[in-house]
């Protein structure tokens, strides 16, 4: 088969057989696919040769860009050894190397300002399954504390925590949750923190938070029945890159010791440098009793996730055999020794390249064209924290009114983008701006003036 028929059957096949995430599947069989073969620094390149910058790090994994020659080495080296291995009943030294590094990590990332730091790592596969194993095991340690009432959760509106069940049930997208409300757990809700469009109708200049006194006062009448507080710490980013006040996370960790509950800290997106710290937290000295990470964890090489816990959870679930205290729950890749090598060698390159150090003057260039972009028509707000950034689109500036979702307004603007080379993402009307942290300034430069043209052709 010659390249031109391979290149045709890969965009057939992939219609016939490839059921595509997140996808309207009729609108994708109407289109050609965009197939990748090869990546190299920032940059994607498909079948017929052509590159786009990677703006949304391949769904915010990328960190240090495609091909790091020290992963690339550190998985070759790992697969000369072995590729998986059980941990049920069995360890494997990346693993356990990983463990170690990742615990001295954060506690020095979070620091033990307000309490412990967690200290024991449990392994999964993907964000979805670092937070439903954060859900059970919060829910499993007030059982042993003798707290049987203890049986929900607090979590906010806009919230995304994955795609799983348990996941869904502490959401708050609703175009992407409410489908499932039938098959979900009751949880208690509280106001999303989006000043932009603050759903108690008030002034994020004057309110004094009033979104948490509204948490609070949940907190106030059910704290019996709450396992725990779920929170993306500073930016809910599937619900719009909504940036929390500052002072929010640490008020909510004040509630969260004030009423018993547990604080579950989902830094699946946020985490290894996206908000310019190592850990979301770590900007508002907040210690969490649960940490789930993933995405940037191995530089977005390879399913990788982790459940950190503090000494005092992993503590209540110790006792006889007999006593059925063991946490139940599992997956067949935990702990995958390919994956782990992986996170490990990242682990060295944000040390030895001091990523976060130079991550610092490309968010200033961030957020001075962000700061152009806000200028045009149709720009309601443009928000950031390090490089996790949003541009929210408006039809109408002045009264904020949304344009509707079957205007596909974040989707045109992405279409544009990509005819000049960039790859983004939307989320509904927000366009998302997350490249890999290794982006050059002129690369970063250049893909916010195809960003600006994107939204001014689309607009216009
Ligand atoms: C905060 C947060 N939690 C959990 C997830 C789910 O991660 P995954 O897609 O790996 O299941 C995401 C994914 O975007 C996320 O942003």
């Not at 391949?58 to 790992?78: C, M, P, T, Y």
Request: charged share 20%.
């Amino acid at each position: 088969m010659g390249i031109l028929d391979k290149n045709k059957h890969l965009e057939e096949a992939d219609k016939k057989y490839v059921w595509h995430p997140f996808t309207q599947m009729q609108e994708w069989e109407t289109e050609t696919p965009i197939i990748i073969t090869e990546g190299q620094d920032c940059f994607i390149k498909d079948i017929y040769g052509r590159w786009y910058l990677d703006g949304v790090s391949s769904l915010w994994v990328n960190i240090f860009g495609h091909r790091k020659k020290e992963i690339d080495d550190a998985i070759r080296g790992q697969l000369g050894k072995i590729s998986h291995s059980t941990m049920l009943g069995l360890s494997n030294a990346p693993a356990i190397e990983l463990a170690e590094k990742l615990v001295r990590m954060v506690s020095q990332s979070i620091g033990q300002a307000q309490g412990p730091a967690p200290t024991k790592v449990f392994y999964s596969d993907n964000g979805s399954t670092a937070v439903e194993v954060s859900l059970k095991m919060a829910f499993q340690y007030w059982r042993h504390r003798g707290f049987a009432a203890k049986n929900s959760f607090l979590s906010l509106n806009n919230a995304y925590h994955g795609d799983t069940l348990g996941a869904v049930s502490v959401g708050g997208v609703d175009i992407f949750h409410n489908t499932f409300g039938p098959l979900l757990f009751k949880t208690f809700k509280a106001p999303s923190p989006y000043c932009y469009r603050c759903e108690l109708g008030e002034d994020c200049r004057t309110c004094g938070l009033a979104c948490i006194k509204k948490m609070e006062d949940t907190l106030k009448h059910h704290h019996d029945e709450i396992a725990a507080v779920i929170i993306e710490p500073l930016v809910q980013a599937a619900g719009g890159m909504i940036i929390a006040p500052q002072g929010y996370l640490r008020e909510v960790r004040r509630l969260c010791s004030k009423y018993h509950v547990l604080l579950i800290a989902d830094e699946v997106a946020t985490g290894f440098g996206r908000t310019g710290k190592m850990f979301a937290c770590e900007h508002e000295d907040v210690v969490p009793d649960i940490m789930c990470i993933s995405k940037g964890i191995t530089g977005g090489y390879m399913p990788l996730a982790v459940t950190l816990a503090t000494e005092e959870i992993y503590t209540a679930f110790l006792g006889e055999f007999r006593e059925l205290k063991t946490f139940f729950h599992g997956h067949s890749y935990t702990g995958n020794p390919l994956a782990c090598a992986a996170a490990l060698a990242c682990m060295g390159i944000f040390e030895r390249e001091e990523t976060l150090k130079k991550l610092q003057p490309k968010t200033d260039i961030l957020e001075e064209r962000l700061k152009d972009i806000s200028g045009l028509a149709h720009v309601g707000d443009v928000r950031n924290k390090g490089f996790m950034a949003g541009i929210e689109m408006v039809k109408n500036k002045d009264t904020r009114e949304p344009y509707a979702w079957e205007d596909k307004m974040g989707w045109k603007i992405a279409r544009h983008a990509l005819n000049n080379g960039v790859f983004i993402r939307p989320l509904g009307n927000v366009i998302v701006i997350m490249p890999p942290l290794s982006i050059s300034n002129e690369n970063l430069a250049q893909m916010l003036v195809v960003v600006k043209g994107a939204i001014i052709s689309a607009t216009s």
